[in-house]
């Protein structure tokens, strides 16, 4: 099995791109949440290194939600999935090297640039951390 052309079905990939910016803005919202209860459960002593606790965070957040929904909670808001590019749900080990990926991507302007440059230019809308893994987002088909 493989994914839908995005030529032949762009109804698949329609609208990723909007899709995606607004699930990183739901899933940094969740997790700055989740940072602030942790910041809280070391009696504010995360306080001190909070970019380090977002940033681990962050990585579990995406890794548990990956792995076991094959979306963040701000993907299944939006109706995206999370697929490689021959269709099967990616594996824990997959989930964990895309969330520090992510993470390494946010630290530098330019990698942010440039994974908004391969969405919206790539035919599958991977960003820098799919086109390394080989996986990508799509719409979720309606169900019956």
């Known amino acids: 099995m493989s994914l839908p052309d995005p030529e032949l079905f762009p109804e698949f990939y329609a609208d990723v791109p909007l899709k995606r910016a607004l699930a990183w803005l739901i899933d940094t919202v969740i997790t700055l949440l989740l940072t602030l209860v942790a910041v809280v459960m070391t009696l504010f002593i995360g306080a001190f290194i909070f970019p380090v606790l977002f940033a681990a965070v962050s990585i579990g957040y995406r890794t548990v939600t990956l792995s076991r929904y094959g979306a ?4 299944m808001v939006t109706g995206l999935r999370w697929r490689h590019l021959d269709g099967r749900a990616p594996d824990p080990a997959t989930a964990a ?4 990926l992510h993470a390494g991507i946010m630290l530098f302007v330019i990698t942010q640039i440039g994974s908004i440059v391969t969405i919206l230019v790539t035919p599958y809308r991977q960003g820098l ?3 390394a893994l080989g996986t990508t987002m799509l719409n979720r088909p309606a169900t019956t």
């Open 72 to 75: 963040t909670f701000g993907m």
């Open 97 to 100: 090297i895309y969330s520090v």
């Open 129 to 131: 951390h799919d086109l």
